[in-house]
């Protein structure tokens, strides 16, 4: 185990060090998988004395979240009170207390696997996030970010600092949903995010974003073609239903040990509808219910 004292003495380690090292804030995820013998380390660099990581700020219009922060403290952030239920929405749901006050954003979002709750709200929220290295740092699209399942465009001398993404307004809404085998301490069959956006005074669809961790692979992914089908169009149960089609024509499901592909095809237009919901009550429409 080897613990840095700064970033900078971290940053440095990492530059000598590419091989052979797991980084570990407070293991959630990847003691689990060492367990499992699915990840192999030499040497674990434990991150969670690194303070200037752990963070909730409004930057002149921009959320900037550290890669230490919790998901207990995105819950209790009051920079996240207001427009940001989707956030306790999947706090609600993603683990006990015991999960919840110790898993991070930057460790739910560098596992990059199809059961990470936050990922599919950040690509909604179009986030970015930030890696740096002792040569520099690099803002990457947390789309781009993610190439496969446990994959990420991290290289080995770079730690994830924070993710970002703009402020959400009066006419914007996020919301989660996610079905699995109880109704809490859930590990996903299948989960989905969706932005909606409204034009001013009516029910317009400005703007839509859905993600959902099964859209076309084992990682979440956005469903760009159902987005187009809502764009533009005005928020009916017709234009909804529409929007569904699109969506069982884009997914590329697939079965594993938790669910069949049959399964997950028949809950995805659940759930989705669930999420579309829960944003459009969020902005004051009642009449999808």
């Given at each position: 185990m080897y613990v840095p004292e700064n970033l900078s003495e971290l940053l440095s380690y990492l530059n000598d060090h590419r091989s052979g090292v797991q980084l570990i804030a407070n293991g959630s995820d990847l003691i689990n998988r060492m367990q499992r013998r699915q990840v192999e380390a030499r040497v674990l660099v434990d991150l969670s004395g690194l303070s200037e990581f752990n963070y909730v700020?409004?930057?002149?219009?921009?959320?900037?979240?550290?890669?230490?922060?919790?998901?207990?403290?995105?819950?209790?952030s009051p920079i996240l009170r207001?427009?940001?239920?989707?956030?306790?929405?999947?706090?609600?749901?993603?683990?006990?207390?015991a999960i919840v006050n110790v898993a991070t954003?930057?460790?739910?979002?560098?596992a990059a696997s199809s059961?990470?709750?936050?990922?599919?709200?950040?690509?909604?929220?179009?986030a970015k996030v930030r890696v740096v290295s002792k040569q520099g740092e690099?803002?990457?699209?947390?789309?781009?970010?993610?190439?496969g399942k446990r994959q990420t465009a991290i290289h080995p001398n770079e730690i994830l600092a924070e993710t970002m993404f703009n402020e959400l307004d009066d006419q914007s809404a996020c919301a989660f949903e996610k079905i699995g085998m109880r109704n809490s301490l859930?590990?996903?069959f299948l989960n989905c995010s969706v932005f909606l956006k409204l034009a001013k005074g009516s029910r317009r669809i400005e703007e839509a974003k859905i993600a959902m961790n099964r859209?076309?692979?084992?990682?979440?992914?956005?469903?760009k073609k159902t987005e187009a089908e809502l764009r533009?169009?005005?928020?009916t149960k017709g234009n909804v239903e529409n929007a569904v089609r699109t969506l069982l024509s884009e997914l590329r499901l697939t079965s594993d040990f938790r669910a069949s592909e049959k399964y997950r095809r028949e809950v995805a237009p659940v759930v989705f509808k669930r999420t579309l919901i829960k944003c459009s009550e969020r902005l004051g429409e009642t009449s999808l219910v």
């Open positions: 700020r409004n930057d002149n219009g921009k959320i900037r979240i550290g890669a230490l922060t919790t998901i207990q403290e995105l819950t209790s207001e427009h940001y239920e989707v956030f306790r929405d999947i706090a609600s749901k993603f683990g006990g207390p954003v930057g460790g739910n979002i560098c059961s990470e709750d936050l990922i599919p709200a950040l690509l909604v929220l179009d690099r803002v990457i699209d947390l789309e781009h970010f993610l190439i859930i590990i996903a859209v076309a692979g084992k990682i979440p992914s956005r469903a533009g169009n005005t928020l």
